[in-house]
């Protein structure tokens, strides 16, 4: 449910349906009754403490707080948010408004029955003291959440309806109408092309294997493209090494990356952003069964390394690693993959952050900084090539996990293995496994975060 917004209002219009918010340093959040209006008392701190981590949560505990109350309306004085010391434009504030706005009023309801009344939505919000340039950063920064949401519903939707083919689908729905052009290749296109590290993954599942393709040249046709690489696993039973039954659930969202690089390429082609943007997405399940990869067998990947199974639950990696050969065909400016890699990411991180791996110190920068301004956070970790020793193969070129099958490092090798398949670009990886699903306490729905959309929209909007 996206919320619709109003602007110019009154607040002497205001009916009795809707919720007044007043924003301001107080002792404690209140919701009070005044002259028959309804009225929540939102304490936020003072100006010179105001950062912009507190201001993400605040407009989202807004929200969160008027659903508490049933409200189904919603009204805001603009002027209460512009705290000096974010040092933000009135626009900048406007977009991260629209943004957590619709953010935080998601949840995913697909598959439940509406109450009778309806479900607890905020449907209508009325701000007051805007002028148009800010009107329209805040709806842009709604836009940018729509995507975001529609992420989020794609990664939320269960292994059963969310199949290599059906993604493929959402990837074509979620660009209708839009200038990008989308190609999916089945087995036997892959086959053509030796794309075995993706088939080998995909050979244990009865659902048939896709590469999705999405293409938007925005800008000039000699400008090299930006390249977003996302992790499609629609389910990720382990395979033959079996996951234990208590890390099963949720590996429905094991296309995540996938999904963000789908709806970050619909959001740059509806905000017509003048930039080459190509997404590349390898969709498998990787289930357990007589046709299985096993561990133990040496797959020969597109790029002709050959790579030694260790494991059958490292699947992202193998067929991350023939998206990333494929992706040098566009000659790109940038390859930057997005994918729920490693547990181990979330054991070095915790679940707050997204782990950032490359080599190029400026790239690194520019990402930490778009993620601390979008509210996708990311924390670099190292990639220095003598962890390299640790997945030299025995049998094949390299291994899929450390070859002494140690826990230690386990993001890192990880990433130290995607490396070996993109040397010579410019290259980031982005391990979102930490930031797969929201955590207590931050004001969102339960399930599926939609991470890195936003930081993925600001990046290639500011690029240059
Ligand atoms: N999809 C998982 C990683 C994951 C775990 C994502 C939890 C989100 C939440 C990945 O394919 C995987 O299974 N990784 C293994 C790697 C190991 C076998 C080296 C892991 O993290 O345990
Ligand atoms: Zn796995
Ligand atoms: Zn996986």
Same mark, same amino acid.
Request: glycine residues 14%; hydrophobic residues 40%.
């Given at each position: 449910m996206s919320i619709k917004i109003i602007f110019k209002?009154?607040?002497?219009?205001?009916?009795?349906d809707v919720l007044f918010v007043s924003i301001g340093p107080k002792n404690k959040d209140e919701i009070v009754k005044e002259n028959a209006m309804k009225i929540l008392y939102l304490k936020s701190e003072e100006d010179g403490k105001m950062n912009l981590r507190k201001f993400y949560m605040l407009i989202r505990k807004m929200v969160m707080m008027a659903k508490s109350t049933k409200a189904p309306k919603l009204a805001f004085n603009f002027?209460?948010?512009?705290?000096?010391?974010?040092?933000?434009?009135d626009q900048e504030i406007g977009e991260i408004i629209g943004t957590q706005l619709d953010f935080a009023n998601y949840? /995913?309801?697909?598959y439940k029955t509406p109450p009778e009344e309806g479900?607890?939505?905020?449907q209508e919000v009325f701000i007051f003291g805007t002028k148009e340039d800010v009107e329209n950063a805040i709806l842009k920064g709604d836009t940018i959440a729509k995507e975001v949401n529609k992420t989020r519903s794609l990664a939320n939707t269960p292994g059963g309806d969310m199949t290599p083919t059906i993604l493929a689908e959402k990837a074509k729905e979620a660009v209708k109408g839009l200038p990008v052009k989308v190609t999916v290749f089945g087995e036997k296109e892959m086959e053509n092309k030796n794309m075995n590290a993706i088939l080998s993954v995909g050979y244990g599942s009865d659902e048939e294997s896709k590469f999705i393709i999405m293409e938007y040249?925005?800008?000039?046709?000699n400008e090299k493209p930006i390249v977003l690489v996302g992790k499609g696993?629609?389910?990720?039973?382990?395979?033959?090494n079996l996951k234990p039954s208590s890390s099963l659930?949720?590996?429905?969202?094991?296309?995540s990356g996938g999904a963000a690089v789908i709806h970050s390429l619909a959001l740059v082609a509806k905000m017509k952003l003048k930039k080459n943007v190509i997404g590349i997405i390898p969709a498998v399940e990787n289930m357990a069964s007589g046709k299985s990869y096993r561990p133990g067998d040496v797959v020969r990947s597109m790029s002709g390394k050959t790579i030694e199974i260790?494991?059958?639950?490292?699947e992202g990696r193998v067929i991350l690693a023939d998206a990333l050969t494929y992706s040098q065909k566009y000659n790109p400016k940038v390859v930057i993959d997005i994918a729920t890699l490693t547990g181990a990411a979330a054991v070095a991180l915790g679940e707050r952050a997204t782990a950032l791996f490359t080599e190029d110190d400026e790239l690194s920068k520019k990402i930490e900084k778009t993620g601390e301004n979008t509210g996708d956070y990311v924390w670099r970790l190292p990639m220095w090539e003598e962890y390299e020793n640790e997945i030299?193969?025995? /049998?094949?070129?390299?291994?899929?996990?450390h070859n002494k099958d140690s826990r230690y490092g386990g993001a890192i090798y990880g990433a130290i293995f995607l490396h070996q398949f993109i040397k010579g670009y410019k290259w980031a990886h982005l391990d979102i496994a930490p930031r797969m699903t929201s955590m207590a306490g931050e004001n969102l729905a339960q399930?599926?975060?939609?991470?890195p959309v936003r930081l993925l929209y600001k990046f290639i909007e500011v690029d240059n």
């Open positions: 209002g009154n607040i002497k219009q205001l009916k009795d002027e209460d948010l512009l705290f000096k010391n974010l040092k933000l434009t949840e /995913f309801t697909d479900f607890n939505f905020i040249f925005g800008g000039p046709r696993v629609t389910f990720d039973s382990g395979g033959i659930l949720g590996m429905n969202m094991d296309m260790l494991n059958t639950d490292a030299k193969g025995n /049998f094949g070129d390299l291994t899929n996990i399930g599926a975060l939609g991470t």
